[in-house]
């Protein structure tokens, strides 16, 4: 290790420890590999692809525009985050920072709502993923294999997260490559070669022949824009795997949302003008939109080479997930805020990587994922949950980064906003609340209620049962780790504690 690295590591360590923690994580993630990190969970590609049959018949060519409005919502989110992190560089995201911010119960709350989304989330990618895998080696499609190929998936990015954080970090940085070149390209090459849609269909809605106005429309298109737009927090998941990640996290944030939000724009646009017959894909005929315009486009071959970049991008979405997944749990388990913490929060001594953590982030996503045989539309059902869960958790840490500036947090990181902090704070209150509405509202009266209802009934049951367990086990009474003290924290507080 060079002079300047000890440096770090040892500045890396104080601060840590003035917030009240000890890691004995491998601190090796650089900063680009941190980025890379939340580039791939927030995964254009796989946001783009995976929903884009359900919101193109939602809103048309104009739902394009869906991906510049949410990049930018999300971005007052990403700023506040970072202010956050910056302050409180803690594995584990959300958790910690809640904790700091509100209290233990807020952080509690949070995390369990976090944790779900997450799980449903990987089960949502892997089975978004199986369709283009089955249709790679030429399989039917049957829900048996879909399943199958989600559960294989699943069970890859264990095996590989298992392999400790250097190997996270470069598979995250070849997966983000991949990805990148592979949006840039596809893109490119479908508004250059294969459109069939003028520019001018990006505002004209007429194809929907809906009667009165366009917007509700629109807003229900938004969903894919919606579950595209989270990763970034990710970068924070891993805090005290990256080096001075108080300074250099906040950056990788920001890039996440700057690069992944352009990626996803450019591959959606290619997408959308290149989209051969608009009316079968509104009317349901065309089921399978993206692999119509591939084919289309690229014939057999091409499309076969562009689900291999694609199924990259899944397999590094999914290996990021479960490392932010496995880390929330890590850090619930080391307040003690969980069964079984004294399994969850062991680091393995070779790797540094909280193995059993990690086995429960893959199993739990995996079970999920084998529901998905007895639901109906089951991607769309799982993809919504997953996307007004995160949005729960998210909006849970921006009411708590407000509280804590109303009690008097001055944030104190290498990241802040100064002036600006309490505008862009209420901003994204104000956008997060409306996307978690949007995602919720009810929009098909005709269909089962289960359809129009599953997700409020969903997450209400999510937010219900991790009331009982809280009220009934009090996990929050368990740990020392401080908590609530963000509005006064300037100094070490507490003796650290171990992981």
Known sequence: MTDDKAKQAAQDADQLRSLGYVSHFDRSMSMWENFALGFTYLSPVVGVYTIFATTFAAGGPPMWWTYLFVGMGQMLVCLVFGEIVS????????????????????????????????????????????????????????????????LILIAITTVLNLRGTRLLARVAMFGFICELVGAIAVGSYLLIFARHQPLSSLI????????????PAFLASALGAMFCYYGFEACGDVAEETPDASRTI???????????????????????????????????????????????????????????????SFVSALLSLQAAASRL?????RDEMIIGSEHLRHLSPGRHIPVKALLVA???????????????????????????????????????ALVARARGWRPAGSFTLGAWGWPVNVAALIYGLSAIVNMSW??????????????????????????????????????????????????AIGAPIGD
Not at 281 to 304: H, I, Q
Not at 451 to 476: D, E, K, W
């Open 362 to 400: 893959g199993g739990i996503p995996a079970l999920i994922a084998i529901s998905a045989l007895w639901l109906e539309n089951a991607i769309a059902t799982i993809i919504t949950f997953a996307s007004v869960g995160i949005y729960i958790a998210f909006q849970m840490i921006v009411l708590a």
């Open 442 to 491: 009810p929009r098909s009266p005709a269909d089962p209620w289960f359809n129009n209802y599953g997700v409020i009934v969903t997450s209400v049951g999510v937010i219900v049962l991790g009331i009982i367990y809280m009220v009934a086990l009090r996990p929050y009474d368990r740990g020392q780790a401080p908590a609530g003290d963000a509005h006064h924290l300037r100094a």
């Open 329 to 333: 749990l890590f850090a619930y388990a």
């Open 204 to 215: 004209d809605p007429s194809s929907l022949h809906i009667d009165g106005g366009y917007l």
């Open 87 to 150: 302050q409180f560089p803690i594995s584990g995201g959300i958790y910690p920072w809640a904790r700091r911010l509100y209290g233990k119960r807020w952080a509690w709350m949070a995390g369990w709502v976090y944790g779900w989304a997450l799980f449903v989330t990987l089960a949502a990618i892997a089975t978004g993923a199986a369709p283009f895998i089955a249709q790679l080696f030429g399989l039917e499609g049957t829900p048996v294999q879909l399943t199958v190929i989600a």
């Open 250 to 312: 906040p950056k990788s944030m920001r890039l996440t949302i700057y690069v992944g939000g352009v990626a996803a724009l450019w591959v959606c646009l290619g997408l959308v003008l290149a989209v051969p017959d608009v009316g079968a894909v509104l009317s349901g005929k065309d089921k399978d939109p993206v692999v119509t315009v591939l084919r289309t486009a690229m014939g057999d071959t091409g499309l076969r080479v562009v689900i291999v970049i694609v199924t990259v």
